[in-house]
């Protein structure tokens, strides 16, 4: 029998010989650098599963409760994991966290009372928080509530403002929000020991203030969590990295004892807590997931560094550029072209295992300033660590490229765009 070749499979799926090689070439000067994202993986692995066993995960655990969800021992011992991974006294892990923008929403709304202030010293949030906040007017958001919000952007290079960060801090301060990942923008993602540097900074000021941080794309891509470098909280989603694919919904708080408890008695009820909250029946997908997700977090970050070395080497901006360190898994690409990312997003749409015959177009997304493009054909609806692109229709027109469960998946993603940007005449003939 002929041999069945690599790229034959890959010529049946449309990719080109040219853009085939072109990926070829760019993996295999990549061996170095995916060796040691394996090995983080392998560290995370480890850690996740010393958790479970330490925490005694059994059979029973993976069985849900109904109606109020009174002595869950699958919640509770999840919530005794994710305390452990994160090496904090608590955490709050739930399918009634909706979202990311929940998650964070709920840590905020819970240790903020009216006259306090929230202090944000790494620039403008994520975009779905400037509603929670009030930055942009909206029902029910913090500044409603009478709780006021200060910022300092990062500095032009990209460090922090301590000068201006000292000044913001006041007797009013009670909350510091830190984004890890850079979201929506292109500054650089803050590494793990960076937000410890500004942490400390902070305390040295005001020791009582609560540093909170946004943790979404950041975990277990590194070996630490912020925190290991003296965050108070830390929040997320699970449809993104800790979910590993698997959990179809929730979000996440770790930290403080009286933090977690804060959220707990807002997200259900004064009185109630963390006693209540039915699992029905997510908790092993939730168990399942978590295990996948060292793994299923190393097979993206090699899909965006893969994505940024190609794209740099076809005339792009990449942030981060090809050889920088990786602190979350998102990946932009500034095209300055507004064809150019929906083509992208195309070939993200037509690489997925679900909805690949769907063309994505750009929408008014409830939450956006702007509008979006999204490419994401998922088995868990929007989840962001499966493969998935999202382009805001406004300078620079970059699109923001993340996840891939399996790195063969990632790749094969890639260079669909590659080949979508190549067939619509983007690309020069740098390929
Ligand atoms: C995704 C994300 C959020 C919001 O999460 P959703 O699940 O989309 O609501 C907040 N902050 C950052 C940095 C994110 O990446």
């Not at 400037?130 to 029910?140: D, L, P, W």
């Not at 054909?377 to 970059?398: M, Q, R, T």
Request: proline share 5%; charged share 25%.
């Amino acid at each position: 029998m002929e041999e069945l070749k690599l790229e034959n499979i890959y010529k049946e799926m449309g990719i080109s010989d040219k853009v085939y090689a072109f990926g070829a070439a760019t993996e295999e000067q990549l061996a170095e650098r995916f060796k040691k994202i394996d090995e983080t993986a392998e560290y995370n692995q480890l850690k996740v599963l010393k958790a479970m066993q330490e925490n005694k995960v059994s059979e029973a655990c993976l069985l849900g409760t109904t109606g109020y969800g009174y002595n869950d021992i699958g919640r509770d011992t999840l919530e005794k994991v994710y305390a452990s991974i994160f090496h904090t006294e608590d955490a709050l892990v739930r399918p009634q966290i909706t979202c990311g923008t929940h998650a964070l929403a709920l840590a905020l709304m819970s240790n903020l009372r009216p006259g306090d202030e929230l202090l944000s010293p790494v620039g403008k949030p994520y975009d779905t928080l400037e509603e929670v906040i009030g930055i942009r007017e909206s029902k029910g958001s913090l500044k409603e509530y009478g709780i006021s919000y200060k910022q300092v952007d990062l500095l032009p290079d990209g460090s922090f403002d301590y000068e201006n960060i000292k000044k913001a801090l006041n007797d009013k301060t009670k909350l510091v929000t830190i984004q890890r990942s850079k979201g929506y923008q292109t500054r650089p993602t803050l590494s793990v020991a960076r937000i410890g540097e500004l942490i400390h900074f902070i305390k040295e000021i005001k020791p009582d203030v609560i540093c909170m941080v946004d943790n979404c794309y950041g975990e277990f891509v590194e070996r630490i969590e912020p925190t290991d470098v003296g965050a108070d909280m830390v929040v997320g989603s699970l449809i993104k990295n800790p979910g590993g694919g698997l959990a179809p919904i929730g979000g996440y708080i770790a930290g403080k004892k009286e933090c977690v408890e804060n959220a707990a008695y807002r997200l259900t009820s004064p009185g109630l807590g963390k006693e209540v909250g039915a699992s029905l029946g997510v908790l092993s997908s939730f168990y399942q997931g978590l295990f996948l997700a060292p793994t299923v977090t190393a097979a993206a970050l090699k899909g965006a560094i893969f994505a940024a070395n190609l794209y740099e080497k076809l005339g792009f901006k990449v942030v981060p550029n090809g050889t920088e360190s990786r602190h979350d898994i998102i990946q932009a690409v500034e095209f300055q072209n507004e064809k150019a990312v929906i083509e992208f997003c195309k070939g993200i749409q037509a690489a997925a295992p679900v909805d690949s015959f769907v063309v994505p177009e750009p929408w008014a997304m409830p939450g956006y300033d702007s509008d979006v493009i999204m490419a994401a054909g998922a088995f868990v609806s929007g989840s962001s660590i499966e493969l998935s692109a999202d382009g805001p229709i406004k300078p620079p027109y970059a699109v923001y490229f993340q996840g891939g469960l399996t790195w063969q998946h990632a790749k094969f993603g890639i260079l669909k765009t590659v080949q979508f940007l190549d067939e619509s005449g983007i690309l020069s003939d740098n390929l």
